[in-house]
């Protein structure tokens, strides 16, 4: 089973920029569709984008116009651009299989937005 490790969050001034990683222990080309989720405190995890194998993609309203998803099967990583960031995507931030079905989650990488 592949394991996917997520990287790139921080803290960020609201308005602000990042780019999380996800990147894959073997090889993500014959992974259909992959996204990134995320969970804020007390509350349920959610799908913010996914994207499958040709690159075709979706992201949340709460995102749209602002987060852009895009992997690169040769490198074996999934990306998250989150440009316009708000105080209310504050949460720790996962990347699975879409649907993730029966997998394990990773420790994920937290994003806190500050106003």
């Known amino acids: 089973q592949v394991q996917l490790v997520e990287s790139g969050g921080g803290l960020v001034q609201a308005g602000g920029s990042l780019r999380l990683s996800c990147t894959a222990s073997?090889?993500?080309?014959?992974?259909?569709?992959m996204g990134w989720y995320r969970q804020a405190p007390g509350k349920q995890r959610e799908l913010v984008a996914h994207?499958?194998?040709?690159?075709?993609?979706n992201v949340a309203d709460s995102v749209k116009g602002r987060f852009t998803i895009s992997r690169d099967n040769a490198k074996n990583t999934m990306y998250l651009q989150m440009n316009s960031l708000k105080p209310e995507d504050t949460a720790v931030y996962y990347c699975?299989?879409?649907?993730?079905?029966?997998?394990?989650w990773g420790q994920g990488t937290r994003v806190t937005v500050s106003s």
């Open positions: 073997g090889s993500i080309f014959s992974i259909n569709t």
């Open positions: 994207i499958n194998r040709g690159g075709m993609s």
């Open positions: 699975n299989l879409v649907p993730s079905g029966t997998r394990s």
